[in-house]
């Protein structure tokens, strides 16, 4: 018996300090942006980032993940997702098709949607005078 509660508590505690590897949970009106503190709302617009040895960072808009992934010391190694803007559910950052628009009105007027699928990007891109863009074509000019 003494044996099993050593094990289970030598199992929890390295369980504890292994960091999860994929998206953020969100709860909507109860997760806080990281950058701005509003409440993530509207999750189509939520994205999210972890650096190496953090926890993840959650944002209600795609222009507050960039103005604090700008300020990181090690921004080339972060790690983003992104919410489809046709589906819901996460994108990992090096699979996401960004459109900015002047005519996408978002949480904090960022303006950017993430997509899965390039096609979908590009017909919204067409649709409102947008344009498809990379994320680190974002990450270097936002």
């Known amino acids: 018996m003494r044996r099993r509660l050593m094990?289970?508590?030598?199992?929890?505690?390295?369980?504890?300090?292994?960091?999860a590897d994929g998206p953020p949970a969100i709860e909507v009106d109860r997760t806080a942006c990281s950058h701005c503190g509003m409440l993530v709302s509207e999750p189509v617009y939520a994205a999210?980032?972890?650096a190496p040895g953090s926890a993840s960072r959650v944002f209600d808009d795609i222009g507050c993940l960039l103005e604090a992934a700008r300020k990181e010391p090690e921004a080339e190694a972060l790690r983003f997702w992104f919410h489809d803007?046709?589906?819901?559910g996460w994108i990992p950052g090096a699979e996401a098709v960004l459109v900015r628009s002047p005519e996408l009105r978002t949480p904090m007027g960022g303006g950017l949607v993430a997509y899965r699928e390039r096609a979908?990007?590009?017909?919204?891109a067409a649709e409102?005078?947008?344009?498809?863009?990379?994320?680190?074509?974002l990450l270097k000019t936002h």
């Open 7 to 19: 094990f289970l508590a030598i199992a929890t505690s390295v369980a504890c300090g292994v960091a």
């Open 48 to 50: 999210a980032y972890r």
């Open 85 to 88: 803007a046709a589906g819901g």
């Open 120 to 124: 979908a990007a590009e017909r919204l």
């Open 128 to 137: 409102r005078h947008g344009r498809v863009e990379s994320l680190p074509a």
